[in-house]
C-alpha cells in the first residue's frame, strides 16, 4: 500500500511538472509564433501529444525570421552595398526614365517588391528572357553556357545528385577551374546529401570552391533540416543567369525513361541581361553566409551590360527566407491576384496556403475575376496531397477552376495574368516556402512573354482534369475526415 502510494504521489509530481513546463512552452510559442493558425498547431501538439509535442516544436518551430539567425553579410559590408545600390540606381532608373506600359499599369507591385527588399529589389532592364520547359531543354542550354564561361560560374542548388548529368555539370565545372576560372558553388546540406563524400570531395580536390548551406550537425539535425536553401541558381560571368523549379538530377529529363517513375514537368529561365545582377546578389549573400568570406564589389560580377534596343524585357528578382524582414514572394502573388485585370493562371506542386492567400483568391473570384489553379494529379507526397485537398472546397464554391495534372508529376512554381506580368522561381504556395526555406523567383514585366506563359499554361490543362464541385462534394466520409485531419497540421508541413 505504501509503494502504491508513493508511485502514485510520483505520477502526481511528474503530471504537474509537465503543465507546468508544457505552459512555458505555451507562452513562448505565443510569443514567438506570428501565425495564428500556427500558434494553434502548435499549442495543440503541445497539451495533446505529450513530450513529442515540445519536442517537435524546440526541433521544427522557432521563428528564425525574428529571431534573425541568418544575417545579410553583403548588406553589413558598406563598402559592397554603397557601390552594389549605385549600379543597381543606375539600372532601375534607365527605365523609368524611359517609361514602359506594363511597368506603369503595375507601379504598385514594382514599388511594392522594391520596398520589401531594401535596396535589393530594384527593376532590373534590358533583358533576353528564354523560357524553358523540363529538363530536357534546360540542360543543354545549361551546358552549352558553362563551357562558355570567361570569367566565373556560381552555382547554388537544393538537390544536387550524383547521377549522369550530375557529374557531366561537375566534370565542366573542374574543367573551366582548371583552366583559372572562379568556381563558387553551394549546395544544400539535406537535399544535396547524396553528393557530399563523391562529387564534392572531387570538386574540391580540383579547384572548385564548394560550401554547404546550413550544414547539418547531429545534435541541431532536426532544427537545421528545418531551414533549408531551396533555391536554383546559376550566374555565368555576370551576366547570364538560371532559375526556376529544376534541379540537378536526371528525373527532371524525360529522355532518361529508366531514371524516371514518371513525366517530370517543370519550368525554368534562362536570362541574359542585367537581370543576372539580382540573381548574383542572391548567390555572393548566400556564399559570404556559407564560406564566411567577405567579398567585395566588383564589376567583374556586375558587369555594365549593353543588350539591343529590342531587348527591354523589365524584370524583379525577389528572394525570401529566414532573414527576410517580410515574407516577400508571398507579398507578390498577393498582389498580383488583386492587379490582374481579368485572369490569373497559377501552378504549384503544393498548395497549403496560409490564410490572406486564400481569401485574397476568394475576392478575385468573387469581384468577377478568374483564378485558375494547377496542382499535381500524381504527388510524390499522399501527405501534403491530403493537406492541400481540404482546402478545394471553398475554393471551388467560390468559383475558382481546379486541374489536376495527370500526364506526370507538375513540380513548376509559375504564376501568369492577362495584364502581362508573370513569375518562375522556386517557391511552392505552401508555409514551408513562405516562412521557412531560402527561396527566390522572378517577376517579369512583359505581354509577349506573359503570353508565352499562358499558352504553356493551357497545354498543361490539357493534360489536367478539371475538379467539378459536384463530383468533389462525392468523396467518401472517410476521405473527408483524412482531409480534416491534415488541414488542423498543415502550417507545420
Known sequence: MISLFFESEWVIYIEVAYFLIATLVAVRIIYDTDSISKTLAYLLLVFFVPVFGIIFYFSFGINYRRRKMYSKKLIANDNYAERFYSRMREVHLDLQQQGHPIVDQHRSLVNLLSNAIVGEGPLLVDNNVELLQNGETFFPRLLEDLRAAKHHIHIEYYIYENTEIGRDIADILKAKAQEGIEVRFIYDDFGSRSIRKNIVKDLRA????????????????????????????????????????????????????????????????????????????????????????????????????????????????????????????????????????????????????????????????????????????????????????????????????????????IHAKTWVTDSGISSVGTCNLDHRSFDLNFEVNVVLYDMDFANQMRDMFKEDCKNSIKLELERWNKRSKWHRLKNSILRLLSPLL
Open 206 to 409: 580540383n579547384g572548385v570552391q564548394a560550401f554547404a548551406f546550413n550544414k547539418i550537425i547531429l545534435l541541431a539535425l532536426a532544427n537545421r533540416l528545418n531551414y533549408r536553401n531551396h533555391r536554383k541558381i546559376v550566374v555565368i560571368d555576370g551576366q547570364i543567369a538560371y532559375t526556376g523549379g529544376i534541379n540537378i538530377s536526371d528525373r527532371y529529363d524525360n529522355r532518361r525513361k529508366a531514371e524516371n517513375d514518371f513525366f517530370w514537368r517543370d519550368t525554368h529561365i534562362r536570362i541574359e541581361g542585367s537581370g543576372a545582377y539580382g540573381l548574383q546578389h542572391v548567390f555572393l549573400t548566400d556564399w559570404n553566409f556559407c564560406s564566411k568570406e567577405n567579398i567585395n564589389f566588383s564589376a567583374d560580377y556586375f558587369p555594365k551590360i549593353h543588350m539591343g534596343k529590342q531587348e527591354t524585357l523589365p524584370l524583379q528578382v525577389i528572394a525570401s527566407g529566414p532573414d527576410s524582414d517580410v515574407p516577400s514572394i508571398l507579398f507578390s502573388v498577393l498582389q498580383a491576384i488583386q492587379a490582374t485585370d481579368h485572369e490569373i493562371c497559377i501552378t504549384t506542386p503544393y498548395y497549403i496556403p496560409d490564410e490572406s492567400l486564400q481569401v485574397a483568391i476568394k475576392i478575385a473570384v468573387l469581384s468577377g475575376k478568374k483564378v485558375k489553379l494547377l496542382l499535381p494529379g500524381i504527388t510524390d507526397s499522399l501527405t501534403v496531397k491530403l493537406a492541400s485537398e481540404s482546402y478545394f472546397q471553398e475554393l471551388l464554391e467560390s468559383g475558382v477552376e481546379i486541374y489536376l495534372y495527370k500526364k506526370g508529376f
